[in-house]
């Protein structure tokens, strides 16, 4: 697939200089709940954040392997514990370009890191005055850390 000129938004991908709805094209790959994606390091990638849980939440990566221009490979790179409309986000290229940065709520729940990772393995919640959790039991059980900002190599 091209770097520049496609453009992919929910199973569907289309010329973007100028836009002509009719040729917008149906994806001949299964992905759904897409929240966020970004085209990057010549492949597609997705954030999937599935209420429905019919699919892992988590960063995916779409790919064309056979240089037809379609994308036609789906990958999990990476699964995310999420709920709800907390939880992945979005995918952002980082400002150099060589990188990809995951973006969730508080919803998802924080997943294994490296050892090298900078962040801590060691949580907590600080607080002056007890806990009041929400009176009507949202988010009653989400505790630090409140949401997910992951920096990911292409692979």
Same mark, same amino acid.
């Given at each position: ?21 009719? @040729? ?71 400002? &150099?370009? @060589? ?9 998802? @729940? ?15 919640? &600080? ?29």
């Amino acid at each position: 697939m091209t770097e520049v000129g496609k453009w992919s938004i929910g199973g569907y991908q289309c010329d973007v200089h100028p836009l002509d709805p009719k @040729k917008v094209e149906k994806l001949a790959v299964e992905i759904r709940a897409v929240n966020g994606m970004v085209w990057a390091f010549g492949a597609l990638y997705i954030g999937v954040n599935d209420y429905e849980k019919k699919i892992p939440s988590g960063l995916y990566r779409i790919t064309d392997t056979d240089g037809d221009d379609q994308l036609d490979r789906v990958e999990m790179l990476r699964a995310i514990e999420a709920k709800g409309d907390h939880g992945v986000h979005a995918v952002v290229p980082t400002p &150099d370009g @060589k990188s990809l940065y995951l973006i969730c709520g508080n919803g998802a @729940k924080k997943t294994q890191t490296e050892a090298t990772s900078q962040v801590p393995s060691i949580w907590g919640e &600080d607080h002056l005055l007890p806990r009041m959790p929400d009176g009507k039991g949202f988010m009653r059980d989400v505790v630090g850390p409140g949401g997910i900002i992951a920096r990911t190599t292409k692979s």
